[in-house]
């Protein structure tokens, strides 16, 4: 096919320099882009998290349509207090707006494999809401979510960015109820939550 180019390597791996070179070359006086893919199971969160930080760092990347195992998806679309909420919402979520276009059964394919499949799309997005340090929203978003049983309160004391002593007032800050769990967190929430932690550092 004349208009397609294959390049062999990871992509976790290629810097924003080489993806803007093979896209400058690939289509020349493009202005924005789509992604489109099947991600396996085992990548797909960290190559999600690349495309979002790749748009985060200025490549204009308008959407991103890709076939995940229907768990990833689900826990993409979650709500706040499901069991599927967690890191990869509010992280993905923070950046990118996702919807459900298709869910495929195993006897889609062929060979059918063992497993239900989606499809979704992200529309990326600047970071909604706003917010001071997003390495930090990161930073304690997966910290809190290492103890996602555990009360706000206690499951600060796994990020390192807080001190102990100061839990208590960053989450009066943040106006989140210190015996809520993480799973009940929004992300506006959490976006709050990292600034006034960023505030008192």
Do not use: W
Request: aromatic share 4%.
């Amino acid at each position: 096919l004349p208009r397609v180019r294959i390049v062999e390597g990871d992509f976790l791996q290629l810097s924003i320099e080489t993806l803007r070179a093979i896209l400058a070359e690939h289509a020349p006086g493009a202005t924005r882009y789509r992604v489109a893919g099947n991600l396996p199971y085992n990548v797909a969160s960290p190559i999600m998290f690349r495309l979002v930080d790749l748009y985060r760092q200025g490549l204009p990347l308008v959407d991103a349509t890709l076939m995940l195992q229907r768990e990833v998806a689900d826990r993409l679309l979650a709500k706040p207090g499901t069991g599927e909420y967690g890191v990869l919402t509010v992280l993905i979520g923070h950046r990118a707006s996702v919807t459900r276009v298709l869910n495929l059964p195993p006897g889609a394919f062929r060979p059918a494999p063992k497993v239900q499949s989606a499809v979704v799309r992200l529309r990326f997005h600047d970071a909604d809401p706003p917010c001071a340090d997003e390495a930090l929203i990161a930073s304690v978003v997966s910290a809190v979510f290492s103890r996602r049983r555990k009360t706000m309160s206690n499951a600060l004391l796994a990020c390192g960015s807080v001190r102990p002593e100061a839990i208590a007032g960053l989450l009066a800050t943040a106006g989140i109820d210190p015996v809520r769990r993480p799973e009940t967190v929004s992300i506006p929430e959490f976006v709050r939550l990292a600034d006034a932690v960023a505030a008192q550092r």
